[in-house]
């Protein structure tokens, strides 16, 4: 019968657990068992049988090794079968200390016949280290209710390394150099195995890629006098250099033939490397051509090779849809379709639409969402869906298989609720080569008609131009047309996850009268993002910079003033703020700001000291008798940006992950027609990643510190001789502080920026 059903009905007894090795607190059941434990009673024996005693296999408490000083005692425990009873998570450290339930503890048990092989499995570990004398004996004591395993080591001394001799052919193929950077074993140190075998495939490798296919490394260890000391005789057999001799293709239908050779890139007759076979087979990967794309080299005595090709087709199309959500542009959805092998030659064509905006009337202002103010004085238009198509054509191995090709044409409505609507319409084309393996440049040009449709106060203060004539040639459409250069090195070692390594981008833009471009201007930014692994986690940094630079004679071009005015675009500008910049703050609200507010408010006969039409009119009025609350702070942009970022980012449960993090940035405005001085802000935070398919989904919760209180210009409107409305900036600033009413929870809430989106920050 199963435990807790001997005797009489009821005698059993139920166990309830403080955690490992502690007391345990047992009380009998009720009678009401009784009928249960007969029932089962048939059974338990069955599961008897498959549940081991703890006199058998009891459970293990605790790893210990002793005597280890040379060696990690992390890979140890990773060379060895036995392990230790652990908490199954982070998350359910507070938990397991106080309860064994069984869900939160991955339990161990002891296998005597495992423990008998880890003592083999720490002393080869420890032999290829280079402790060729080392020694291991193994303890089980009792040690709560199961036991402690300990590993005694006794190490010894070292094999040593006095002489290392590469020897190769007269000719010598390899160089010093290339000896050098093959990292053999040093002299003086512990002759370890492992690190002869990595340098033994990077020979390999380098011999590979001279054209030596057939290449053989040996090696050999001669122990001196002793069994401390060792040296070692590396031998290189080139043999000959390979060539391609012939391609054979197999398993294409609709494909053709022409297409997998361009596509694939090599030659009979090319020196065979095997980096350029796999080269190629990556940029048949990379045509989305083929579900499968197999390359071999049957084995041969001869130095010509016969290079197999094995495709699997793709279907000729694909289809994408999808929908998002963030706090910036609402509900999103899109849909892409791509005809692959388009009119031949491996060509792409591409049509993506995306609407978003959706839901913004009714989310516009609330909660998290993006927007300060009051939302009835949010035009209308700013709210409705925004819209982008686009058309692309892509040519790949154009001239060269490392060269590629795009033609494509767009138009878009964007709107920044309560702010603006961009409307535009062009045509861009891009030449692209790879400069090395996932390091692309790409030159640009874009050609674009584009009209801003605003209040009189988003020129002012987006232009810094407030004059009515010059507003109106701004409303006009206009030719934003840059000539951009960007390139991009990528060594992280995952797109969407990654653990190690490093990106590196940089971006730079030109545009004047030689581009047909209205707004003139030259921009440059670069950003580098470095990922190391940390403990449990991966620790995550950006640096990211940039500089805007205006160009002469934009205002006249534009018809808005004089050849030596300047004005820049806003969307040539700088902005921080956001999900993917500083946390603490909103879309695009770290930075220069202007505040806007309606006249109406300042003549308001409930403040004790309003102002009037006509202070308004000569800018004299004071903005300080109205509250905080009444005016709407809008982002500038500046001439220049640095940003910084740190984040740690570690596993929680299952797909489940955490992160904090701390951002920085620096706005600077030098040079802009409304200067209001440089901002800059730090803003720790903490978050938390779902690992989906798609990417991280991520909710980031961001902290301003210090005051939120700043001295800033004010811009309003008042009516014209004639009647019409124009722009004022008043003289005195706007002591604007955005807690001026806040208090107790509220304030709290108002250091806080909650942020939704998918995909990493960097």
Known sequence: MGPGCAGRPGSGRARLSLGPGRNRVSFRLSWLLGPACWLLGTAAPLIAQDTPTQAERPRVERLVFEGVRNVSRGELRQSIATEATRCRSLVFRPLCAVTDAGFLWDRQYLDREELARDELRLRVYYFRQGWRQAQVRSEVTPEGDGVRVTFHVDEGEPTRTRAVAVHQPPDSVLGARQLRRAELPAIGEPLNLNVLDSARVRLLGQLW??????????????????????????????????TIDTIVIEGNEAISERTIRRSFGL?????????????????????????????????????????????????????????????????????????FNWLGGARRLTLQASVGNLLAPQLYGRGPFYGEGERDDVPAATLQPTWQLAADVTQPWFLSTRNSLGLGVFAHRRSVPNIVVDRGYGARASFTRQLAERTPASLTYRFEQTRVEAGDVYFCVNFGVCRPLTIGALR??????????????????????????????????????????????????GEFVLYRRFGPGVLAGRVRGGRVWPIAGTAEALGAGDAQETILHPRTRFYAGGSRSVRGYAENQLGPRILTIAPSRLVDTTLA???????????????????????????????????????????????????????????GDRNLNIPTGARNAVTPGFGVRYHSPIGAVRVDLGFRTGSLADSLPVVTETLGPAGERRVVQLREPMRYDPLEDAGGVRKLLSRMQLHLSIGQAF
Not at 279 to 289: E, I, P
Not at 503 to 524: G, H, I, K, N, V
Not at 616 to 634: E, G, H, L, T
């Open 209 to 242: 890629q001279r054209g030596y296919a057939d290449a053989r490394v040996a090696d050999s260890i001669r122990l001196g006098d002793g069994p401390l000391a060792a040296a070692l005789d590396v031998y290189l057999q080139p043999g000959r250099r390979t």
């Open 609 to 667: 000291q309003p102002c009037t039409p006509a202070s308004i009119a000569s800018a004299a009025c004071d903005p300080n008798v109205a509250k905080s609350s009444q005016f709407q702070p809008r982002p500038l942009g500046g001439n220049s940006l640095v940003e910084g970022s740190l984040e740690y980012r570690l596993p929680l449960w299952g797909p489940l992950g955490g992160a904090v993090f701390v951002d920085a940035a620096n706005v």
């Open 267 to 339: 030659r009979p007759g090319q020196l065979y490397r095997r980096s350029d076979v796999l080269a190629g087979q990556r940029r048949l990967f990379q045509t989305d051509l083929f579900r499968q794309a197999l390359v071999r080299t049957p084995e041969t005595a001869d130095s010509a090779k016969t290079v197999v090709i094995s495709v699997r087709e793709a279907p000729p199309r694909a289809v994408r849809a999808g929908v998002g959500f963030n706090t910036v542009e609402f509900a999103q959805a899109e849909a892409r379709y791509t005809r």
């Open 476 to 525: 006009q459409t206009q030719r934003l047309s840059p000539l951009g250069l960007t390139a991009f090195a990528d060594r992280a070692n995952d797109p969407v996850f990654p653990t190690g390594g490093f990106t590196a981008r940089l971006d730079a833009e030109y545009a004047s009268q030689f581009t047909a471009s209205d707004f003139r201007y030259s921009r440059a930014t």
